[in-house]
């Protein structure tokens, strides 16, 4: 089933590299056939805010350090790298530029689009695993409202189903000039 708002197919914001664009830092994709599946019923937007943000492919890998409430993008083995505040303002001025989108699947676990599971390194060592990737937190600070999830919780059936059921509500109560 094809959904739409009038004629207007409904929207998803994805992680680009969950679609197979070869965008991450090493120069490979994360393909997620679960993902991908979607674009039988949904227009998948892709995104990728490292690229957004001018890094090329390859690029040295970046990690999330300190508070975990408030982490820093900084290099891994290049220490003079931050890009903590491109990957907030990248992802402020996606939720606007983007506002038709009725939902968004990010990449779990990455420094830059991780909803819930991101490690986040500690300064006396250790590692807090439940933090939130800086693109992801702007984004879903400037639009709180829109369904969003991560690529691996989709693979459940009943979170997929609940995820789009939410997707679709979102579309349904937007008039067909917001889309």
């Not at 600070?141 to 995820?163: G, T, W």
């Amino acid at each position: 089933m094809d959904h739409r708002i009038g004629k207007i197919r409904l929207r998803i914001g994805v992680s680009a590299c969950l679609l197979g664009e070869a965008v991450r830092y090493d120069g490979t994709d994360k393909r997620d056939a679960t993902v991908a599946a979607l674009a039988r019923e949904f227009e998948l937007v892709p995104v990728c805010p490292e690229m957004g943000i001018g890094l090329g492919v390859p690029r040295p890998p970046i990690q999330l350090e300190g508070d975990p409430t408030a982490p820093r993008a900084v290099g891994v083995s290049l220490r003079d790298i931050d890009v903590t505040d491109a990957l907030l303002e990248f992802g402020a001025r996606s939720a606007r530029e983007l506002g038709e989108l009725c939902g968004f699947v990010f990449k779990g676990r990455s420094p830059s689009c991780g909803v819930n599971s991101t490690p986040v390194h500690l300064a006396g060592g250790g590692v807090h695993r439940g933090g939130r990737g800086l693109f992801a937190h702007a984004f879903m600070a400037a639009r709180p409202d829109l369904p969003v999830e991560e690529n691996d919780s989709l693979a459940d059936p009943q979170r997929r189903e609940e995820f789009l059921r939410r997707v679709r509500r979102f579309g349904n109560t937007r008039s067909p000039d917001e889309a």
